[in-house]
């Protein structure tokens, strides 16, 4: 089978209506699959009025707002759906996300004897330890090993996150689908002195940077008892925070000397990358860390806690440090070493800046067109 042959059939969770690592992970897949000529259909809700143009035909799911978390839609399944997937006739079904969409396509490609893929994005049976319900991983990782037990491949952002899923026992046959990066867009040289100005920082002072949603399962606590420990010890430092979400006001309380940029995105939050001078990422749920890659190719020495993603990202004592998750002794003492000296950041940002030209888009995603059409034959054969 040919590229042109193939046609493909994505669910999402969120394929455009929320704008993070994830869809747009997606949204470049999708982009890659049709410049090769292959016919693609995703499925899934959607809003009126989305942050970014979704990429490809995509077919709205019927949602209803999460409940306590309503920028996130909470999909029925494929209500209405089933006839446009038929008449699609997919060769292969991916689900990105595990959610009750991801179960319903499961179940539709079992009938259809159409061959099942699923990529993992995030850590989804961690988020439960911020919200004080961390008895619920077991469950949820169980029903996580129903769901991808049933793919013929699942494929993981990092090796890292691919370890996680074999110790886990979700599948037999984990793949690496990583991530890529815009070398151009994500470059030093958008350094910008004049904007640190207008965001009050002075050109002597030290910028601790964090961009991604303002939710809890970010470690936001994790950052922000960190700068505690910074101002205990006396030591200086301004902190950058390039995001929103619904904790907003909760890190803005508990970080009152940050700086607040809300959503950025495109050249603005290249700017805002370049212009910082470390990265600061405790996030423990993260399967790879798109932030913590355009940092690096920023030129930014990275802190992040060793967790997958940034296990096979962060180059222990080169590109960064790596700290115990949730330690604040240990996070406070890798950025304080980066806050002291100016030679060690350059020397860590351009080993992250030379580490991350390995992530090139059209070759990571060709990869993965690869699979599918291996498996679309093999499936094909075997009829």
């Known amino acids: 089978m040919q590229p042109e042959d193939l046609r493909v059939a994505l669910f999402s969770g969120n394929y455009n209506y929320v704008k993070d690592g994830a869809n747009q992970a997606l949204n470049r897949l999708v982009a890659h699959l049709l410049s090769r000529g292959v016919r693609v259909r995703i499925y899934s809700p959607t809003i009126e009025d989305p942050p970014f143009e979704a990429t490809g035909d995509l077919v709205s799911v019927p949602s209803v707002a999460l409940p306590g978390r309503d920028e996130y839609r909470l999909g029925f399944g494929l209500i209405g759906n089933g006839d446009d997937i038929k008449a699609f006739d997919p060769h292969v079904i991916h689900i990105a996300s595990p959610d009750i969409i991801g179960h319903r396509a499961a179940a539709w490609a079992k009938r259809h004897y159409t061959p099942l893929v699923a990529s993992v994005h995030t850590r989804f049976e961690t988020y439960f330890r911020y919200y004080k319900a961390a008895w619920m991983q077991t469950f949820i990782e ?103 979400g619904p904790a907003r006001s909760w890190i803005e309380e508990r970080a009152p000397q940050g700086i607040f940029t809300g959503f950025l995105s495109g050249e603005d939050l290249a700017r805002a990358f370049a212009s910082a001078d470390i990265m600061f990422n405790p996030s423990s749920t993260e399967t790879f860390g798109n932030v913590t890659l355009e940092a690096m190719a920023s030129a930014l020495p990275v802190v992040a806690a060793r967790a997958t993603g940034s296990l096979s990202l962060v180059d222990e004592g080169v590109s960064g440090r790596l700290t115990t998750p949730d330690s604040i002794r240990e996070s406070a003492d890798a950025l304080a070493f980066y806050l002291g000296d100016a030679e060690a950041r350059s020397a860590a940002g351009i080993a992250g800046r030379e580490r991350s030209k390995r992530f090139d888009w059209d070759r990571i995603n060709e990869g993965l067109l690869q699979r599918y059409l291996a498996i679309a034959d093999s499936t094909r054969k075997n009829r």
């Open 142 to 244: 169980a029903g996580l090993r129903r769901l991808y037990r049933k793919c013929e491949e699942i494929y993981a952002p990092s090796e890292s996150m691919a370890a996680v899923l074999t110790d886990q026992r979700m599948n037999s046959k984990v793949r690496i689908w990583s991530r890529g990066i815009d070398g151009d867009l994500y470059n030093p040289d958008r350094r910008d002195m004049a904007w640190r100005r207008q965001q009050g920082i002075g050109n002597d002072e030290v910028v601790i940077l964090f961009v991604g949603r303002l939710v809890l399962e970010k470690g936001l606590d994790t950052f922000s008892d960190t700068l505690k420990e910074l101002d205990r010890r006396g030591i200086a430092y301004r902190a950058l925070f390039v995001g929103e």
